[in-house]
């Protein structure tokens, strides 16, 4: 990575049940961003995610007892390859389009790099 790319960053919360689900589903959303620019798309399973007071993953997305906080993000080129290629997948018909997750909760945004050490 350096300081050209460009990232996108996404934090939901997932039914336990439903983690192979979504990492299948994952899987073939990484194919497609692949597809259209995106250099690396990462997904991570919560493991050790506390429940803050004031903030905190699991707050900011409404975390319920039967859901695992997801934290990923795609690592593209650049802003301008971000932009085509992230209008390019949401026209693709490979997308996947039923998501195993309340997407209204997903906190997503992008991202110049400023530190890559």
Known sequence: ?????????????VPTQQRETYR???TD?????????????VECWGDDVPEGKLTSFPLAVKCQPDETVVF???VW???????????AVM????????????GK?????GFT?????
């Open 113 to 117: 790099v400023l530190v890559n050490a």
């Open 72 to 74: 990923s993000w795609i």
């Open 29 to 41: 959303a990484a194919r497609v961003f692949h597809k259209h620019g995106a250099l690396s798309v």
């Open 1 to 13: 990575m350096n300081a050209s790319n460009y990232i996108d960053g996404f934090v939901v919360a």
């Open 91 to 102: 026209d693709d018909p490979d997308i996947p389009k039923q998501l195993p997750f309340d």
């Open 105 to 109: 909760r997903m906190i997503f945004g």
């Open 77 to 87: 080129p650049d802003k301008l390859t971000r932009d085509r290629g992230m209008a």
């Open 24 to 26: 299948q589903v994952a």
